[in-house]
């Protein structure tokens, strides 16, 4: 079996969560209704450019688990290419690399859901010149890589990005 000769990195700010509770710590925050309905316009919205990825990477946080949970749902992942990664929980971009590259070669789409400003800084550092200065909740930004492997990733190995963010009228509806 031949390894991929392209690598597809997708990585997404997991969606709206609730802020204003006192009683609830940063890590236990579920989605709000906003949230719920902007992960799974971006989950459907995945599915329709066939951006399925291979395994998803998803913070262990409760907003991040729930919109992994939404993606996967509607991407018909199955619980083995679901991973839930402690490492994820406010990771720099950095140590988001790094777990990106020590994923396997026969993984050619790799999805990773975090936090921000990480997530927003990887795809910074992965594309200097893309013009995405922050992901927005539920947004994605899909990099695709000329590599065989993800030790290689980098800005010289970009050949397409993609940016997609919940659409707009879908937050004035929901307000």
Known sequence: MSLPRVKRLTVMRHADARWNDPGTDDFARPLNRRGLSGAEAMARRLLELELVPDRLLASTARRAEQT????????????????????????????????????????????????????????????????????????????????????????????????????SRLWGLLR
């Open 68 to 167: 992994a949970d939404i993606v996967a749902r509607e991407l018909s992942l199955s619980v083995r290419h679901v991973q839930r990664e402690d490492a994820l929980y406010l990771a720099s971009a950095a140590d988001m690399l790094r777990l990106v590259q020590e994923t396997g070669p026969r993984i050619a789409h790799l999805m990773v859901i975090a936090h921000n400003p990480g997530a927003s800084h990887l795809v910074h550092l992965l594309v200097p010149r893309g013009g995405i200065s922050t992901l927005t909740t539920a947004a994605v930004c899909s990099i695709v890589f000329e590599a065989d492997d993800w030790r290689a990733i980098g800005p010289e190995t970009v050949k397409e990005v993609q940016h997609h963010a919940p659409p």
